[in-house]
Nanobody, 124 residues
């Protein structure tokens, strides 16, 4: 069992940056694919980015390519989502999810463990 805790959300002006963290406890994060998803008010949760279990592959939804970067620090048992050039449409509750030996899927059902989310609000 692994517990995930997101942090780093907040209120930022358009064009600004935030770095979200997804910290794992209970066991090492090494060997887990980690995905970031987000849900805006009144909308379905959507895939944002993912990193494969061996860190060899990363994936992004088209709307964040070139602006967001997913990375992992195994020593800190943490996965990060660096978000630059933020836009009001990035406003959402951001969740991280993990799956052992996963490839970094876009699908929510592919992830077994989920955090509680961290709110990101981008003002115009």
């Amino acid at each position: 069992q692994v517990q995930l805790v997101e942090s780093g959300g907040g209120l930022v002006q358009a064009g600004g940056s935030l770095r979200l963290s997804c910290a794992a406890s209970g066991r090492t994060f090494s060997g887990y694919a980690v995905g970031w998803f987000r849900q805006a008010p009144g909308k379905e949760r959507e895939f944002v980015a993912a990193i494969s279990w061996n860190d060899r592959s990363t994936y992004y939804v088209d709307s964040v390519k070139g602006r967001f970067t997913i990375s992992r620090d195994n020593a800190k048992n943490t996965v990060y989502l660096q978000m630059n050039s933020l836009k009001p449409e990035d406003t959402a509750l951001y969740y991280c999810a993990a799956e052992p030996w996963g490839l970094g899927s876009h699908g929510e059902s592919e992830y077994r463990y989920w955090g509680q989310g961290t709110q990101v609000t981008v003002s115009s």
